[in-house]
């Protein structure tokens, strides 16, 4: 007999499962078909990561087994945001879900924003705050959408109409989303209800002075001189459908723009290479000066040039467009890019 570590088919069996869980710790995971695994979008920012956080709590409140996970690095604005809480960051997303895993979005429902084989997963949930994509399910699904400042603002109304507490450290979570989303309510995606959820966390989170802690926020998320500009291109970096093109949006929002703005150089590489590399028919990249709210957007070619001076009417100077006020991807940005496209179709 080949395999003799036990005649008694008990104790065989007890041997293979503890022998499976130490060899193949992964297996559990990928065969435990109840488990729903929360995530927000690639290149996440503090909303997507805190989000899939307190959205697997609210699930498991539910008496739902829920996880969060990542699909990608933390930025120093959430990795100071959980260390302020005292939370550990949730783990990378597995590289390989069996087709038919369920999943629950948070704070994106783009497929190219979201994990790879999106398409492949059964999407259960969604709650989300930005423009319905590609979306398709075989079965009904729980979607919570709303034009709001931030993921995080919706999630805070869910705790409040199923009446559910909640704590100091998730509440510490959702303002800060709602912080970092809104730039502190300066962002023009600002809604009433980003500000009355905040006021209702504060006392909750044990936040005195919101100024402050919003300050030490934008501290951490501009404090880049780690990071190589090819890091900095990806920070906060989407990418969008537009006339069936791939099109690459990143932006990078700091108390100090003209620190990255003198790494344009080393940036443009960057830029070329991930056009090549992911087959962009353009790549654009905003610095946004979040003391005085104004966006410099990088343009690397020609092709980028003539889009951003239809889309945006502006002139474009040493390879940038000042773009003034028009500070958001998702409200100024991303639209005006739409209508062009749509317009020119
Ligand atoms: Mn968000």
Redesign the pocket.
């Known amino acids: 007999m080949k395999y003799t570590f036990s005649t008694n088919h008990s104790n065989n069996t007890l041997f293979t499962n503890t022998f499976l869980k130490q060899k193949f710790p992964l297996r559990k995971t990928i065969n435990n078909q109840s488990q729903i695994y929360v995530f927000?979008h690639r290149n996440p920012?503090t909303?997507?990561i805190t989000?899939a956080l307190v959205y697997a709590d609210f699930l498991r409140r539910k008496k739902i087994n829920a996880k969060a996970y990542r699909l990608g690095d933390l930025n120093n604005e959430t990795k100071f945001v959980l260390k302020r809480a005292g939370m550990k960051p949730p783990d990378m997303l597995p590289s390989y879900l069996a087709a038919g895993t369920a999943v629950a979005l948070v704070?994106h429902n783009e497929s190219q924003q979201s994990m790879e084989n999106l398409k492949m997963m059964r999407v259960t949930y969604v709650v989300d705050?930005?423009r319905l994509g590609d979306l398709t399910t075989l079965e009904p699904i729980y979607l919570r959408l709303e034009p709001v400042g931030?993921?995080?603002t919706i999630l805070t109304k869910l705790y409040r109409e199923n009446k559910f507490r909640i704590n100091q450290n998730i509440a510490l979570l959702l303002v800060s989303?709602i912080l970092s989303?809104t730039l502190h309510f300066r962002s023009p995606t600002t809604t009433d209800d980003d500000r009355l959820m905040v006021n209702y966390l504060l006392p909750i989170a044990k936040i005195d002075s919101v100024e402050t802690y919003a300050n030490q926020m934008f501290t951490a998320k501009s404090d880049l001189n780690s990071y190589t500009m090819r890091e900095i291109l990806f920070l906060d970096y989407k990418t969008f459908i537009f006339n069936n093109q791939l099109w690459g949006v990143g932006v990078v929002e700091t108390f100090y723009p003209n620190n990255t703005l003198a790494r344009k150089d080393e940036l443009f590489e960057a830029m070329i290479d991930e056009k090549k590399r992911s087959n962009l028919t353009g790549i654009l990249f905003s610095v946004i000066d979040i003391v005085n709210l104004r966006n410099y957007m990088i343009i690397l070619g020609e092709t980028e040039k003539f889009i951003v001076q239809k889309a945006f009417n502006v002139n474009v100077q040493d390879r940038i467009a000042d773009l003034g006020s028009r500070i958001s991807r998702k409200k100024d940005i991303v639209p005006s890019l739409e209508r062009y496209f749509k317009n020119s179709n």
């Open positions: 927000g920012d909303d997507a989000s704070d705050h930005h931030c993921t995080a989303a989303d």
